[in-house]
């Protein structure tokens, strides 16, 4: 890892930072000196895994096993980082949960599990992670947003309204927080090529490789590289923005 690197001396919080984007976002930040506290609910196996990664390759990162649901559990995980490396500098909101059901099949309890997490949890990590941004004199605030809102995706309407409003959070976010020095964006990725759990559901038709004027799904290390962007020196002014990483298929 870079110990000299652009981002050497931040601390970086990725939720969600198991598998697929977020993993490849947490060892992209750790490339370029971040340490980083590797977030996830469950999987405390794939935490570790990352971690180990980071720190065999001479980086340093913690696994912080936490929902980011449940308010206490983020206090605790957001104590643990400031105990561990001084506090948060870079906070990257990219904890969600994929289903597909159709509209009139969705109960009440799973359009709410959908949005707990991707846009509850957004609120609840953030309202942590802020006041150790305020002390240290700016952050970046990055969260993973996704073209199905854009689009409009049959069998997701709590995805696409959970990112509608994740995106609706990072605009406020971005006014209210910007005489911190706090910058506040979103990411919104096209199709990319990123191994699915069950519950995902199959690939969207309307985003098959033949609709992307790129002619190709994005890979993880796309993604990563916009959130590197805009958590590092060069995105310092840039807030309030979404930013479309989709080989085209929608132009934002």
């Known amino acids: 890892m870079n110990t000299s690197g652009a981002l050497a001396g931040k601390v970086a919080l990725v939720t969600g930072a198991g598998k697929n984007i977020g993993r490849a976002i947490a060892l992209r930040l750790a490339a370029d000196g971040a340490s980083v506290v590797v977030n996830g609910r469950r999987d405390a196996a794939a935490l570790d895994a990352v971690v180990s990664e980071i720190n065999g ?19 605790r995980m957001v104590a643990d980082a400031a105990a561990a490396f001084g506090g948060i500098d870079i906070l990257v909101s990219n904890a969600g949960l994929r289903r597909q059901t159709p509209f ?7 359009w709410r ?12 990590v953030a ?8 002390r240290r004199g700016g ?56 191994v699915r759990g ?3 559901g199959g690939r969207t038709t309307n985003l098959d490789d033949a609709s ?20 590092g020196p060069e995105g310092a002014y ?3 923005q979404t930013i479309h990483v989709n080989g085209g298929r929608y132009l934002g």
């Open 57 to 75: 390759a001479g980086g340093q990162a913690i696994t912080a096993l936490a929902d980011v649901s449940d308010p206490a559990a983020v206090g």
């Open 104 to 110: 009139l099949e969705m109960s009440l309890e799973e």
């Open 113 to 124: 599990e959908i949005l707990s997490v991707a846009l509850d949890g957004a609120f609840i």
């Open 127 to 134: 309202r942590a992670a802020v006041p150790h941004m305020i």
């Open 139 to 194: 952050g970046a605030i990055v969260a993973l947003s996704g073209i199905s809102t854009h689009i409009g995706t049959a069998n997701r309407c709590h995805v696409s309204a959970s990112k509608s409003g994740l995106e609706g959070l990072i605009r406020a976010l971005a006014i209210e927080l910007a005489p911190h020095g706090i910058t506040a964006n979103c990411v919104a990725p096209g199709s990319v090529d990123t």
């Open 198 to 200: 069950e519950s995902a």
């Open 212 to 231: 992307i004027p790129l002619r190709r799904k994005a890979t993880v290390d796309d993604i990563a590289a916009m959130v590197r962007h805009l958590a």
């Open 238 to 240: 840039i807030t309030g």
